[in-house]
């Protein structure tokens, strides 16, 4: 039996990017011959140079995606033609529902087994799509222990894998955090282009105000997808902000505080024991479709689903202006009780997860 495999690849943006990366590096050290197809982004192409770039059409929101819609299309045509042109193993999928399921049928067409990697959340909108992965996928691999109930609910078998941040985050030796000397605070503006632009002219608002009522440290983290110079246009050699390459989940262990774009972030600051606000802001359009369908929807930074409660404030939209979010950093950094009790519900969230991950 030849060892030589073939395995078609799908991320679609940059945290499916780095789960990519962690799993075929895992992949070619227990086989050196297997060969990656498909697309992705970041360290992906380390492994495999061939793979198609997602760069161009990784965008949040609805109307974002309308706008890339031609690209879209075009890089959904490519992939097809990959599984129609070569002898391929295993399809491996990485969250991204809006491409990935339009290779299902394909996929299906030519008897190669799907496995899903990273769910959608399908738990948070749009049900019914369970429905295609009952159809078509083989295995379906979550990194959240409450999924599996609920595909299990929905009469999909679901594999718990665990998840591959708290696999990097228990090796990290975090610091005796508490308020003293000069504040760190991080600003994490996001990982796609449209999420910057729409976050940065604030944020840069919000530490204006902030150096007006205090010292602080300001550390401007910057997503591998995204240019130096976009955030140096914001920031414009602004004095205390220093602009940082998001390199390794280590270097936000410094923090005293962060503010950051909604996504798996505000996921790897919970495993930090960083205190946070959680931000998001998109097209008009977008959130009254998202708002619509979100209704039973209480909470959007997933520290806050796993608690159940909104410890860590989320300001959404019109909500998420340079007062309210200096009123909110303060009532943490200048209310020692209210800090220390914040750092009790992130210590109440690592301890979920380092039981769940131990199993």
């Known amino acids: 039996m030849s060892l030589n495999k073939n395995i078609f690849i ?14 075929m590096e895992k992949l070619k ?21 061939n793979l198609l770039s997602n760069s161009d059409i990784s965008v949040t929101g609805l109307w974002e995606a309308v706008s890339k819609f031609k690209l879209y299309v075009d890089k959904i045509k490519k992939l097809k033609r990959i599984v129609e042109y070569h002898k391929i193993d295993l399809a491996i999928l990485i969250d991204f529902p809006g491409c990935n399921f339009r290779l299902f049928k394909i996929l299906s067409k030519h008897k190669i087994p799907i496995l899903y990697y990273i769910s959608p959340q399908l738990w948070a909108w749009r049900k019914n799509r369970v ?7 083989d295995e379906m691999c979550v990194i959240f222990p409450f999924e599996v109930d609920f595909y299990k609910k929905h009469g999909v078998g679901a594999r718990y894998v665990g998840h591959p941040l708290v696999e990097e985050v228990q090796s990290i030796e975090l610091p ?7 504040p760190k605070i991080g600003i994490f503006p996001g990982s ?30 910057k997503a591998p ?18 602009i940082v390459e998001r390199k390794h989940i280590s270097q936000y262990k410094d923090l005293d505080f962060a503010l950051a774009c909604s996504g798996t972030l505000t996921f790897e600051l919970g495993l930090l024991k960083v205190p946070m606000i959680i931000l ?4 008009m359009f977008t959130y009254v479709v998202v708002k619509t369908f979100f209704r039973k929807i209480k909470n959007i930074g997933m520290v806050n689903i796993i608690l159940e409660k909104p410890y860590f404030p989320e300001l959404i939209q019109n909500q998420m202006t340079p007062q309210n979010i200096v009123g909110a950093t303060l009532g943490f950094l200048n209310n020692n009780s209210r800090y220390k009790e914040a750092l009790s519900h992130l210590d109440n969230f690592r301890k979920k997860w380092r039981l769940t991950s131990l199993k």
């Open 192 to 221: 796609r282009l449209n999420e910057v632009h729409r976050l940065m002219p604030t944020l840069v608002e919000t530490i204006c105000l902030l150096q007006k009522k205090g010292n602080f440290q300001f550390f401007l983290f």
């Open 280 to 283: 998001y802001k998109t097209s």
């Open 10 to 23: 799908v991320s679609g943006e940059s945290s499916g990017d780095f789960y990519g990366f962690e799993l």
């Open 225 to 242: 997808s995204i240019d130096r110079e976009i955030l140096s246009f914001y920031v414009n050699d602004m004095q205390g902000v220093e």
């Open 29 to 49: 050290a227990h086989n050196s011959n297997i060969s990656f197809l498909g697309m992705g982004g970041g360290e992906m192409h380390s492994l495999a140079s």
């Open 131 to 137: 429905k295609k992965i009952r159809k078509y996928v």
């Open 176 to 182: 005796q955090r508490r308020l003293g000397g000069i």
